[in-house]
């Protein structure tokens, strides 16, 4: 049996725009054979994401999400068409990413947004950092772009882990329910709400407190 490589899966994924994991299928059932890999996923129907993103995606909902009544997200999914918009999957897919959004809390949606100056400073940040590790100079420049990755993890939407399956992440979980149904589905923008957040909080001296519960 054929070795299945990061790179292999990775080249796949680039050709194909298919799910991580349904490469790795794929190629898998293909012996690593990249062409019989994509033609696989071709007869699935699970590469034909590319071919929409030239298509409009104008309808679609906006899904509320609250959790533990202090913690709420709203999330604006689009799609091609209305029908698909009131698909029962379509709909659990959304709530997946309202969820996501509450229990992570993504900055942004993609890396595109992510602002040069706040890219920069991290890049000084981890570049420092493996400065002082005593790493050599001329493998700082590879591990900064593996931190980076990381980093795009914690704070960009779709470079995150689902959190129901930390094989998949959600750009994956975007490509796989596009190509299932069958129409370009694109999440337009999101909003997280959590409650004092951004207030200064009160803090009280501790061994005041302390004071006053020796004195009950």
């Known amino acids: 049996m054929a070795t299945i490589t990061a790179a292999l899966i990775k080249e796949l994924r680039e050709k194909t725009s298919a799910g991580m994991m349904d490469c790795k299928s794929a ?11 994509a ?20 309808e679609g909902i906006v899904d509320a999400y609250i959790h533990g009544g202090r913690i709420g ?43 040069a100056e706040e ?50 992440k959600v750009q994956d979980l975007l490509n796989n329910i596009s190509a299932k149904i069958g129409e370009k589905i694109n999440i337009r923008r999101f909003v997280r709400f959590e409650v004092g957040e951004g207030l200064e909080k009160r803090e009280e001296d501790f061994a005041e407190e302390v004071a006053k519960q020796i004195q009950k």
């Open 73 to 115: 997200v709203l999330v604006e999914v689009n799609t091609e068409t209305d029908f698909v918009a009131k698909n029962d999957e379509f709909r659990a897919f959304v709530r997946d990413i309202a969820m996501q959004i509450a229990a992570v809390n993504p900055k942004y949606l993609t890396r595109d947004e992510v602002p």
């Open 27 to 37: 190629l898998v059932e293909a012996d690593g054979d990249l062409e019989k890999a």
């Open 119 to 168: 890219l920069e400073h991290e890049k000084k940040v981890l570049t420092e950092q493996a400065l002082n590790e005593g790493k050599p100079e001329k493998i700082v420049e590879k591990m900064v772009a593996g931190r980076l990755e990381k980093f795009y993890e914690e704070i960009v939407l779709l470079d995150q882990k689902f959190i129901k399956d930390s094989d998949l």
């Open 39 to 58: 033609d696989i996923l071709r007869e699935k129907g699970l590469a034909s994401v590319a071919k929409k993103s030239g298509r409009i995606a104008s």
